[in-house]
Structure formats: C-alpha cells, structure tokens
C-alpha cells in the first residue's frame, strides 16, 4: 500500500520569503513522486517530478524537491515566493501499479 | 502536441440520474485515467483505462464505469448520481511501455454537481 502526508493545509508567506511544503510518504516498493500545482479551477500541472536518478529534482518555475530516502520524505522548496505562486500543491506517489496516490493538499498564500 | 481535453467543463445533474463525461487523451498516450477530486481534497483513483482495457481500479462501487476508445479518448459513467458524487473530476492520460510510464498529463476537468 502507498499513502502520502502533507503536513499543514495552509501555508502563508511573504512575497521573497522561502516556500517550503513538506511532504512524506510510504510506499513498499521504490517510489515515484510527483509535485502538481492546482490553481482555482484548472486541473492539475506538474512542477517535478522524481524516478530515481538524481534525489534533488528541479522543477518548473523555481521549484525543487529532494527526495530522502531514510526519512520517506519529499519536500518541495522555492527560494523566493512570487504572488503568482499562490495556489494549491499536491503531492503523490506512484508505486506498485499505476495508480497515483495524492496528498490532501496544501493551500499556499502568498502576502505582499 | 494537443493537451489532454475534458467535456463538458461544468455539469449540474440530479439524484438518480446518469452522467457521462468525456476525455481526449494527449497526442501519442495510450493510457488514460479518471481521479475524482472533491471540494478541498486530493483527487482520489477511480480507474485506469490501456488499450481499451480497466488495467486497475480504485475504491469506487460499479456505478462509476469507464470506456477507452481506439484513438485512446475515454469516457467516464456514473450511475444513479448521489449527492456525494459532486466533485471535480479529472482525466489523466499518459504514454505506458510495458511496466513504464512516462508521466502523467491532466486536464482541465468537468465540474459535476449532483442536487
């Protein structure tokens, strides 16, 4: 079985400030895992994603992630928050088969 | 390269009734999926349709059905419509080689609500 944990549904930060989204997961097997930002109704975009080459993963507009295998973690980082980042994140893991599995979410507020 | 493209966008049915919703996959995928994502949730796994074929469900009853076509577009059927199925629902296609998949492309999704 695989799951996915976002700690914190909401998140504020200011406008330059860093942006860090935590997410940890379980998987049986070796994991793939995926960030997807989802802004107010649109479906979901891929920010990075991780399939075992390198553990820290670029991704589209400035983000990255690294993947730590002895935590189980997987947590996305920006450096500096622009207000267009504002929007909901999701983190998933596909496993065994091909199903994704999804966080709940985390809702992130940017303050100018 | 097309998107993946989901009709209608917004959808307003009753309970009891049917509804089906429609998906066209990205250019060159051959495998499509359905997530249904309700209001402030992650989108949970419904099914997953390859070369025409469920290849892997989720915890939904068998009113939730599915259909992928030759040209790999796929529709999504829900029976007896109750409250709870309101939601957002998305389609996800992707390319899948064996035990391979190359990464996943969402639409837009199709809004439903059930009154």
């Known amino acids: 079985a695989q799951s996915v944990t976002q700690l914190g549904s909401h998140v504020s930060v200011s406008e330059g400030a860093l942006v860090l989204l935590r997410c940890n997961y379980s998987?049986?097997?070796?994991?793939?895992l995926f960030w997807y930002v989802q802004y107010p109704n649109q479906g979901l975009q891929l920010l990075l994603k991780?399939?075992?080459?390198?553990?820290l993963v670029k991704g589209i507009n400035g983000f990255e992630a690294e993947f730590k295998k002895s935590e189980t973690s997987f947590h996305l980082t920006k450096p500096s928050a622009h207000m267009s980042d504002a929007a909901e994140y999701f983190c998933?893991?596909?496993?065994?088969?091909?199903?994704?599995?999804f966080g709940g979410g985390t809702r992130v507020l940017v303050k100018p | 390269e097309t998107g993946v493209t989901q009709s209608p966008t917004h959808l307003i049915k009753t309970r009891g009734q049917q509804v089906t919703l429609r998906c066209s996959s990205q250019?060159?995928?051959?495998?499509v999926s359905w997530y249904q994502q309700a209001l402030g949730q992650g989108p949970q796994f419904i099914f997953q349709?390859?070369?025409?074929?469920?290849?892997g469900r989720g915890n939904f009853p068998p009113r939730f059905s599915g259909l992928q076509f030759p040209n790999y577009s796929s529709e999504l059927n829900v029976n007896a419509l109750e409250l709870d199925d309101s939601a957002l629902y998305l389609c996800?296609?992707?390319?899948?080689?064996?035990?391979?998949?190359?990464?996943?492309?969402f639409g837009s999704g199709t809004r439903l609500t059930v009154v």
């Open positions: 996800a296609s992707s390319l899948a080689r064996g035990e391979t998949n190359y990464g996943y492309t």
């Open positions: 998987s049986s097997v070796p994991p793939y």
């Open positions: 991780y399939t075992s080459a390198a553990t």
């Open positions: 998933a893991v596909r496993a065994a088969g091909n199903k994704l599995t």
């Open positions: 250019s060159g995928h051959n495998t």
């Open positions: 349709y390859y070369r025409e074929e469920e290849n």
